[in-house]
């Protein structure tokens, strides 16, 4: 993965996120669901989505359906990355999962590829010794 490169905002990340996952669950993308799924609202989307659209992240027509382009598919599939590994660093923790969930999505927008990779790396040794243990 390497998002390092690309620094955008918080805010820009999770609108990328929430984007990338409605399309993926609902196959299409609306103002009123993401609306919906950041708790803001579609006057606020409208805003965000104009400004991801400048940075040629997205396309979209008035009133119409909002399309990730392959740019903005690929850093939402980064964002993605870092929180799906944060979250399961945190759920090896032991941090509960809605908690995980929470706290891995803060987490996703500070720290580098390079952390995010080593606590992978982590997790999975983590994870391979709980399961040799449960065989014995």
């Given at each position: 993965m390497n998002g390092d490169s690309v620094k955008l905002s918080k805010s820009i990340e999770d609108?990328?996120?929430v984007m990338y996952n409605l399309n993926n669950i609902k196959g299409f993308i609306r103002v009123s669901d993401i609306a919906d799924e950041l708790n803001v609202k579609p006057p606020s989307v409208v805003e965000a989505v104009d400004k991801i659209s400048k940075l040629n992240l997205v396309s979209r027509e008035k009133y119409g359906e909002i399309k990730l382009n392959k740019e903005g598919i690929a850093l939402a599939e980064i964002i993605v990355y870092k929180h799906k590994t944060l979250k399961e660093f945190l759920t090896v923790l032991g941090v509960d999962d809605d908690i995980a969930d929470e706290?891995?999505?803060?987490?996703?927008?500070?720290?580098?590829d390079s952390t995010i990779e080593k606590l992978k790396k982590f997790t999975h040794i983590i994870e391979?010794?709980?399961?040799?243990?449960?065989l014995y």
């Open positions: 609108y990328l996120e706290e891995a999505c803060l987490m996703e927008h500070f720290l580098s391979e010794e709980k399961n040799k243990k449960s």
